[in-house]
């Protein structure tokens, strides 16, 4: 059940993205609804990881605007974004290898918070450690706070992944392929975490394995060649036939 409240968190305005001549984004308009699961859909090439770069920061539109609970951040570089409510994963791993998972997430939380890992203790570190808990538990690793990274299976570390960025209590979480890679169990693990996360947070999920995107997903947008050519219900979409072609590239 959609159990948003309406209000748009976020406002994409006729956004256009170049890069080295090529066009990645043409003019997208997109509004994100507070506490929406919405899926961003496509095949390579789209504009899908564009998209979220510049939503993140890690890019700035060529043209148009970026709003945020109303504010205008098209120009906001990436570094302010999660004091702006915004975090995402990445479609390769971010992770330290050699550390546990609670000092990854330790990291995670101080980095938010203008600190680091250091060799003594500070009072704000109990802080941190009992962030870095509760993510864990989020999603489901919290057994694991002692386990080394490199340890952790795929699907682990996918887990670990989201809370790495659920730590900087986010109210709009970019996934991007967070199911790439994984097994059918992990994959089915992923969606069950995914429908239990908080509905305070703003969900947006770029997803190749479409049943984990439909499954999530309670709107989807298609994109194709930097355009978005279709939006609707899960069920709408998979109907599409338009999707279908795009697919199955028959356009």
């Known amino acids: ?14 956004i256009e993205v170049i890069v080295g001549g090529v066009h990645a984004l043409r003019g997208v308009d997109l509004d994100v609804t507070q506490g929406e699961r ?9 504009g899908k990881t564009t998209l979220f770069n510049v939503i993140s920061g890690d890019f700035a539109p060529t ?3 970026v709003l945020m609970n109303g504010l205008d951040v098209s120009t906001a570089p990436s570094r302010v974004r999660p004091g702006l409510g915004v975090a995402r994963t990445y479609q390769q791993t971010r992770l330290f290898g050699g550390l546990t998972v609670a000092d990854n ?15 003594f203790h500070k009072g704000s570190d109990d802080d941190y450690r009992r ?11 919290e057994d694991k706070l002692d386990s080394m990274v490199a340890d952790l299976s795929h699907g682990e ?20 392929e967070p199911a790439s890679g994984l097994s059918s169990a992990e994959r089915e693990r992923l969606t069950e975490l995914l429908l239990a996360l908080d509905r305070s947070i703003t969900l947006m999920l770029i997803e190749h394995d479409m049943d984990v995107a439909l499954e999530v997903a309670e709107r989807v947008v298609v994109m194709h060649e930097g355009l978005t050519v279709a939006e ?14 795009i697919y199955l590239g028959r356009r």
């Not at 919405?38 to 789209?46: F, M, T």
């Not at 790495?164 to 996934?175: C, G, H, I, N, T």
């Open 131 to 141: 962030h870095a808990r509760q993510a864990a538990a989020e999603v489901w690793l």
């Open 38 to 46: 919405l899926g961003i859909l496509g095949p390579n090439g789209a």
């Open 1 to 14: 059940m959609n159990e948003t409240n309406g209000t748009p968190i976020l406002r994409l305005r006729g």
């Open 157 to 176: 570390q996918r887990q670990l992944e989201v809370a790495m960025a659920m730590v900087a209590d986010p109210s709009l979480l970019l996934l991007d």
């Open 105 to 119: 997430l330790f990291v995670a939380a101080a980095g938010k918070g203008g600190g680091r890992l250091r060799m």
């Open 232 to 245: 609707g219900t899960p069920d709408e979409i998979r109907a599409n036939q338009m999707v279908h072609d």
């Open 63 to 65: 043209e148009g605007q």
